[in-house]
């Protein structure tokens, strides 16, 4: 038992570091954008901020519906079928290319969506809204491209190939940093973009990365038997209607939970650029800790997805557990680094004293929520591998919008309660949406293991 604990402990770091190196740069591309529009204004910032907020959620809906492969792919591989492996990436190209279409256009009348906050007592900055729609009208014609890029890397990921993504998302990274300089500050003879040239550098990247990485699946070594597989059909429904059956809830789940921050992001913007400010330096230092117990989440699905295609239930289970324990202590050490290094970990971010006091407050909150954050990723995760995706819905949309948006909006704009604390009060209540979902998930993950293995395996290889 011992050994086999040793040996988990050593698949899921086998796992998880590419994908956590990976997801580092994937979201310091966000926090390099974030720093260089702090750089050029504060208008530019709180422009991306807003813009920012309602991107994620968009983007994030088609990860959760696209991210569903990996534990498909990862069974299949399990269950010795790798020859199906290319019909569902297949399939999940096609689905890319027509939401990528949906997406598009509600990005493009995103003005729309950023007036519904704004009224005559409260109206947002014409130029934090301008920033922002110019952002997203620019990072729209990226969108294919970041769909298609996470069909073939959900593909690797499944054939437990994480380094591929590692290797094409830094070089993303690294080419980030110097176009970004040259559309915001207007470098080369080309114009000053400001906070909107990080929205057209994002698009530029998102064709590399899918670029690079379609270029890996066609030519490498352990790719080649995936390439080769004839295509009997171009369009296959029932994989697709599979594909969208247990991707939907996990979509939906993405969205409420980044949507959640999104429509906070929204209701601070008339309390003014500094807080939005201060808001937008505290969620990308939080996007940068979430890649912890994402990466350990995604070999989390990836290994218990195996073990279930290998018809082991009781090392998946086990693996569950080690995974969870893994989360809880890094927490705890993400947590009091946060608390300790406050000070210059916001420095970073802005020199101006206002905006570094609320920032020196949220920063607290932030570290308060690691813990059932970190839980409550690992523990969708595992659920994820076992192909229990609609629960992770219900328990997210119950936790988020039920429990932490009143919590938040009670606490930070009336006075029920206390007198409106602003931002504060919306990060209180994203602890309490994210404890919630922490102790739903893990009672749910727990009476999944409880059933008899035969209905466990028999949902595993739906």
């Given at each position: 038992m011992k050994q086999h604990y040793k040996h988990e402990v050593k698949n899921l770091v086998k796992l998880a570091v590419p994908?956590?190196?990976?997801?580092?740069s994937q979201t310091a591309i966000t926090f390099v954008d974030t720093i260089m529009a702090g750089n050029y204004s504060k208008t530019a910032l709180s422009g991306v901020a807003i813009a920012v907020s309602i991107w994620l959620p968009t983007i994030l809906f088609g990860q959760g519906l696209l991210t569903v492969l990996t534990p498909i792919i990862s069974n299949l591989n399990g269950a010795a079928?790798?020859?199906?492996?290319a019909d569902h990436t297949r399939q999940g190209v096609v689905i890319a290319l027509v939401l990528s279409m949906l997406m598009m256009l509600l990005l493009y009348h995103s003005d729309l969506i950023i007036n519904l906050r704004s009224s005559n007592d409260h109206p947002i900055d014409p130029e934090m809204m301008d920033v922002a729609v110019k952002f997203l009208r620019a990072i729209m014609w990226g969108v294919p491209a970041f769909l298609l890029f996470l069909v073939y890397r959900n593909q690797c990921e499944g054939l437990s190939n994480t380094k591929p993504a590692m290797v094409i998302i830094f070089i993303a990274l690294l080419a980030n940093i110097p176009i970004n300089y040259v559309l915001i500050y207007g470098k080369l003879g080309l114009p000053a973009f400001g906070g909107a040239g990080c929205g057209i550098t994002a698009a530029i990247i998102f064709w590399l990365m899918f670029i690079l990485i379609r270029l890996y699946t066609l030519t490498a070594a352990s790719q080649r038997d995936i390439c080769k597989?004839?295509?009997i059909k171009l369009v296959?429904?029932?994989?697709?209607?599979?594909?969208i059956v247990l991707g939907m809830p996990l979509a939906l789940a993405y969205f409420f939970e980044m949507s959640l921050f999104a429509v906070i992001a929204l209701l601070i913007a008339p309390l003014g650029q500094i807080t939005v400010?201060?808001?937008?330096?505290i969620f990308t230092i939080s996007s940068l800790t979430f890649a912890i117990p994402l990466s350990?989440?995604?070999?989390?699905?990836?290994?218990?997805?195996?073990?279930?295609?290998?018809?082991?239930?009781?090392?998946?289970?086990?693996?569950a557990y080690i995974s969870l324990a893994i989360s809880l202590a890094i927490a705890i050490i993400v947590a009091l680094?946060?608390?300790?290094f406050s000070s210059p970990i916001i420095t970073i971010f802005t020199k101006e004293n206002a905006v570094i006091a609320i920032c020196m407050q949220l920063i607290i909150l932030l570290a308060i929520y690691q813990a059932s954050d970190y839980l409550q990723v690992v523990a969708s995760n595992v659920l994820r591998g076992y192909k229990d995706t609609k629960s992770?819905?219900?328990?997210?949309?119950?936790?988020?919008?039920?429990?932490?948006?009143?919590?938040?909006?009670?606490?930070?704009?009336?006075?029920?309660?206390i007198e409106p604390i602003g931002a504060a009060g919306f990060w209180i209540g994203i602890i309490s949406g994210l404890a919630v979902a922490a102790l739903l998930l893990i009672a749910r993950m727990i009476f999944i293991q409880k059933q008899p293995s035969k209905i466990i395996l028999k949902r595993a290889s739906r």
């Amino acid at each position: 038992m011992k050994q086999h604990y040793k040996h988990e402990v050593k698949n899921l770091v086998k796992l998880a570091v590419p994908v956590l190196i990976a997801q580092i740069s994937q979201t310091a591309i966000t926090f390099v954008d974030t720093i260089m529009a702090g750089n050029y204004s504060k208008t530019a910032l709180s422009g991306v901020a807003i813009a920012v907020s309602i991107w994620l959620p968009t983007i994030l809906f088609g990860q959760g519906l696209l991210t569903v492969l990996t534990p498909i792919i990862s069974n299949l591989n399990g269950a010795a079928k790798r020859n199906l492996v290319a019909d569902h990436t297949r399939q999940g190209v096609v689905i890319a290319l027509v939401l990528s279409m949906l997406m598009m256009l509600l990005l493009y009348h995103s003005d729309l969506i950023i007036n519904l906050r704004s009224s005559n007592d409260h109206p947002i900055d014409p130029e934090m809204m301008d920033v922002a729609v110019k952002f997203l009208r620019a990072i729209m014609w990226g969108v294919p491209a970041f769909l298609l890029f996470l069909v073939y890397r959900n593909q690797c990921e499944g054939l437990s190939n994480t380094k591929p993504a590692m290797v094409i998302i830094f070089i993303a990274l690294l080419a980030n940093i110097p176009i970004n300089y040259v559309l915001i500050y207007g470098k080369l003879g080309l114009p000053a973009f400001g906070g909107a040239g990080c929205g057209i550098t994002a698009a530029i990247i998102f064709w590399l990365m899918f670029i690079l990485i379609r270029l890996y699946t066609l030519t490498a070594a352990s790719q080649r038997d995936i390439c080769k597989t004839s295509v009997i059909k171009l369009v296959d429904i029932s994989i697709i209607k599979k594909i969208i059956v247990l991707g939907m809830p996990l979509a939906l789940a993405y969205f409420f939970e980044m949507s959640l921050f999104a429509v906070i992001a929204l209701l601070i913007a008339p309390l003014g650029q500094i807080t939005v400010a201060a808001h937008q330096i505290i969620f990308t230092i939080s996007s940068l800790t979430f890649a912890i117990p994402l990466s350990l989440g995604v070999a989390t699905s990836i290994r218990v997805g195996y073990l279930l295609g290998n018809k082991k239930p009781t090392l998946a289970k086990q693996t569950a557990y080690i995974s969870l324990a893994i989360s809880l202590a890094i927490a705890i050490i993400v947590a009091l680094i946060l608390v300790i290094f406050s000070s210059p970990i916001i420095t970073i971010f802005t020199k101006e004293n206002a905006v570094i006091a609320i920032c020196m407050q949220l920063i607290i909150l932030l570290a308060i929520y690691q813990a059932s954050d970190y839980l409550q990723v690992v523990a969708s995760n595992v659920l994820r591998g076992y192909k229990d995706t609609k629960s992770i819905f219900f328990i997210t949309l119950l936790s988020y919008w039920g429990v932490g948006l009143p919590v938040g909006y009670i606490l930070g704009l009336t006075d029920l309660i206390i007198e409106p604390i602003g931002a504060a009060g919306f990060w209180i209540g994203i602890i309490s949406g994210l404890a919630v979902a922490a102790l739903l998930l893990i009672a749910r993950m727990i009476f999944i293991q409880k059933q008899p293995s035969k209905i466990i395996l028999k949902r595993a290889s739906r």
